[in-house]
């Protein structure tokens, strides 16, 4: 059965390893919002404390079509990205039907911060914590606490949701 799952979180969360373990597992599709962001000039903030919800919503409509053809095709789709403006989640929504979840991932701040600190081409602290700000000003879906849990124990755990 075809539908799509967003994953957000802030960065250093363990999203992109978690949803590539979970795209794996499921042959699904995976899209990764901060790549789409960036290959499409998108991930600027200019003078503003983040960056835009419209360019959110550019990224998401960039990709749309390839995810509509996907879930056509009876293909799950996975979003993986921030989503630290709840406009970009209402937008997916609108656009795309069907079944969906959303699960935001959750760790303490400090535990963000030393794993971007360990990441090949690291974001830096400054950006972790404004990003960790943004993304806990709301929860949204199923919320998953990922401290002490390995990337496999996640997967497992966000499997349970999907069965429910």
């Known amino acids: 059965m ?58 998401d409509h960039i990709v749309l079509a390839a995810a509509k053809a996907a879930l056509k095709n009876g293909k799950i789709v996975i979003f993986d990205g921030c989503f630290y403006h709840k406009e970009q989640i209402d937008d997916l929504e609108r656009n795309l039907s069907g ?18 600190s360990k990441r090949e081409k690291p974001c830096g602290e400054a950006a972790a914590k404004a990003v960790h700000a943004l993304v806990s000003r709301f929860d949204y879906g199923i919320i998953m606490d990922t401290k002490g849990k390995t990337a496999g124990q996640c997967v497992e755990e966000m499997l349970s949701h999907l069965r429910d």
């Open 2 to 59: 075809a539908y799509y799952i967003i994953i957000r979180g802030p960065l250093g969360v363990g999203k992109s390893t978690i949803a590539q373990a979970l795209t794996k597992r499921l042959r699904a599709s995976y899209i990764s919002v901060d790549d789409v962001l960036a290959e499409n000039g998108l991930d600027v903030r200019g003078n503003r404390p983040c960056i835009p919800a419209e360019n959110f919503i550019k990224a």
């Open 99 to 116: 079944k969906h979840f959303v699960l935001t991932l959750k760790a303490p701040l400090e535990l963000c911060v030393k794993r971007d």
